[in-house]
């Protein structure tokens, strides 16, 4: 599975941004799908995660009500929707998948794409 994220920026404080993320390659079925993300000089983070079909997601708790992931399986995408950003937000975002549940994915994916990076200014 190949996955490429987009949508970053720089944005102020307060502000929106929707991430996304393009599958290709293997069949994107049946795979739960995350985003992490790395801020500078600290280890990366789950950030979101979503099940094949949609209906069971799980969020960070740092990012809880701010932040909505979503997926369209018939084009092959994944979304973060996040808004209310704050300077903390600030990182490199990653789009993950894998063949695990949405309660495994906080240890870790199998696959992972180039980062798109997020900047949120005070």
């Known amino acids: 599975v190949q996955l490429q994220a987009s949508g970053g920026g720089l944005v102020q404080a307060g502000g929106s941004l929707r991430l996304s993320c393009a599958t290709s390659g293997r069949t994107f079925s049946g795979y739960v799908m995350g985003w992490f993300r790395q801020a500078p000089g600290k280890e990366r983070e789950f950030v979101a995660a979503?099940?094949?079909?949609?209906?069971?997601?799980s969020y960070a708790d740092s990012v809880k009500g701010r932040f909505t992931i979503s997926r369209d399986n018939a084009k092959n995408m994944v979304y973060l929707q996040m808004i209310s950003l704050k300077p903390e937000d600030t990182a490199v975002y990653y789009c993950a998948a894998d063949h695990g549940t949405v309660q495994t994915a906080v240890y870790g994916m199998a696959y992972w794409g180039k980062g798109t990076l997020v900047t949120v200014s005070s």
């Open positions: 979503i099940s094949w079909t949609g209906s069971v997601t």
